[in-house]
T-cell receptor
Framework: GAVVSQHPSRVICKSGTSVKIECRSL??????MFWYRQFPKQSLMLMAT?????????EQGVEKDKFLINHASLTLSTLTVTSAHPEDSSFYIC?????????????FGSGTRLTVV | QKEVEQDPGPLSVPEGAIVSLNCTYS??????FMWYRQYSRKGPELLMY????GNKEDGRFTAQVDKSSKYISLFIRDSQPSDSATYLC????????????FGPGTRLSVLP
């Protein structure tokens, strides 16, 4: 089945620094990838939709200058949290629509736990 | 009213029990319904995918959709400790759109 690899799985950074999270589709091409944020005991909240070769579409309330998304190839999307602050600490998850998206839905990465100290 | 509602639990059951997980929703435009399982600190894993109303069975899992009541269910038979996880319902209006809404998830613990 479709596999989405997300790295790193866990990162701790100092306040004010930037962190990059990678999301790769391993065995399929993903023209569209999605970035979610999940707080403890809460559901996934869509942050942005990443489109290969074009600008990402951000959900209302998500700062595009803070959460930079790059989808430079059909298998890789990156999320960069710039000038991170403790309130950015969260679980970030990417997903991609596999080749038969209608049949299998979306495949999720394993998530990245970001802790900003 | 939230678009998708789900009892957050936690729900604790003994091993071997039949588990019933449910979601209600308010938007009648939803047509595609999914159940995801999420282990702690992991990404969600697709369990079941159904279109429109009806039942779908896969091994120990059965998904039911009742569009007239705007109510979906996931049943787990012969529950195992390895089923302990958070179960998220998700739904969307069209096949390829971005309108993909998750429920808050129900935490399930299956006790040996």
């Amino acid at each position: 089945g479709a596999v989405v690899s997300q790295h790193p799985s866990r990162v701790i950074c100092k306040s004010g620094t930037s962190v990059k999270i990678e999301c790769r589709s391993l065995d399929f091409q993903a023209t569209t990838m999605f970035w979610y944020r999940q707080f403890p005991k809460q559901s996934l909240m869509l942050m942005a939709t990443s489109n290969e070769g074009s600008k990402a579409t951000y959900e209302q309330g998500v700062e595009k200058d803070k959460f930079l998304i790059n989808h430079a190839s059909l298998t890789l999307s990156t999320l960069t949290v710039t000038s991170a602050h403790p309130e950015d600490s969260s679980f970030y998850i990417c997903s991609a629509r596999d080749g038969a998206g209608g049949r299998y839905g979306y495949t999720f990465g394993s998530g990245t736990r970001l802790t900003v100290v | 009213q939230k678009e998708v509602e789900q009892d957050p639990g936690p729900l604790s059951v003994p091993e071997g029990a039949i588990v019933s997980l449910n979601c209600t929703y308010s938007n009648s435009a939803f047509q595609y319904f999914m159940w995801y399982r999420q282990y702690s600190r992991k990404g969600p894993e697709l369990l079941m995918y159904t279109y429109s109303s009806g039942n779908k069975e896969d091994g120990r899992f059965t998904a039911q959709v009742d569009k007239s009541s705007k109510y979906i269910s996931l049943f787990i038979r012969d529950s195992q400790p390895s089923d302990s996880a958070t179960y998220l319902c998700a739904m969307r209006r069209d096949n390829y759109g971005q309108n993909f809404v998750f429920g808050p998830g129900t935490r399930l613990s299956v006790l040996p």
